[in-house]
């Protein structure tokens, strides 16, 4: 078998498992790619060499993630279209200037930006302060947002609603498996749903076909100044960037979190708007 039949049939394969993951038929995609169903059949068996138009645009119509568009590049024998530039590279300054500033005027509420695995990119003085409690050896770099919640070291022993914010958390996480096809973002949901605080939750979590949660607040108990015990509630809304042309600015998202009651934003020294 010669190399190029090898690189056809390897980048056939994945166009195949993608499109069988996003339970999508080769009609279906073949026709929102301008192509003939038995060219996209060929595509797929390796009978034919896709060009990297094409790769790209299956890719486009399959809601595949920057990283995993370059793998099939390279599978079909061409060169990376995206580059992934460190954050901390001067090329993307402004967009490092603007993080900056998005969860530093978020304070008094907290604040965070995480990579594709949860780990933490930026923090503002709030989000700090809800890790009051969490174990030492959670908080060395990277510290993984996932791992700090749910850990029976972290914050879950001060969550007063674990069992339905952990749900929700796990739901969140597995629906991420299914869109990135991460290894490294299933090693982490196996890790934590494995974790003694969440194992005894059911499995409905594991239904991707289900509608998430509009909103499950996260409600963490606290002391506030005086010594006295309270519940703080919070909800969270997520951003991240659009039409990104760089894997790193594809993996960053964004989440505020935001006073769910008049308490909460009273004892931060906030207000609800």
Do not use: C
């Not at 919640?149 to 609603?161: P, S, V």
């Not at 996480?173 to 196996?190: C, E, K, N, S, W």
């Not at 239904?207 to 996260?218: A, E, N, Q, Y």
């Amino acid at each position: 078998m010669t190399s190029t039949t090898t690189a056809r049939g390897q980048v056939g394969a994945m166009l195949r498992d993608w499109r069988e993951d996003r339970r999508r038929s080769q009609m279906d995609l073949a026709l929102e790619a301008g192509v003939s169903t038995r060219h996209l059949s060929y595509v797929e068996t390796g009978k034919a060499k896709p060009s990297p138009e094409l790769v790209l645009a299956l890719a486009e119509h399959l809601d595949v993630p920057l990283r995993e568009r370059n793998a099939m590049l390279l599978a079909a024998g061409y060169a990376p279209r995206y580059r992934q530039t460190p954050l901390g590279d001067d090329a993307l300054r402004s967009v490092r200037a603007a993080l900056t500033e998005l969860v530093r005027a978020h304070d008094p509420y907290p604040a965070v930006v995480v990579d594709r695995g949860w780990d933490l990119v930026m923090a503002n003085t709030g989000a700090q302060s809800l890790l009051a409690g969490v174990a030492e050896h959670l908080l060395q770099p990277p510290l993984n947002v996932y791992r700090v919640t749910l850990h029976r070291d972290g914050m879950a022993g001060r969550i007063e609603n674990l069992d339905e914010r952990a749900h929700h958390l796990l739901g969140t996480l597995d629906r991420q498996v299914a869109v990135t096809r991460d290894p490294r973002v299933r090693a982490l949901l196996d890790e934590v749903s494995a974790y003694p605080t969440v194992i005894g939750l059911d499995g409905s979590w594991r239904t991707r076909s289900g509608t998430p949660s509009v909103i499950v607040p996260l409600q963490l108990r606290v002391v506030d100044d005086r010594g006295e015990a309270m519940v703080q509630s919070w909800f969270s809304t997520n951003t991240s960037f659009g039409t990104p042309v760089d894997i790193t600015l594809d993996e960053l998202h964004v989440e505020l979190f935001h006073p769910a009651d008049e308490a909460t934003a009273a004892m931060v020294g906030g207000r609800i708007a």
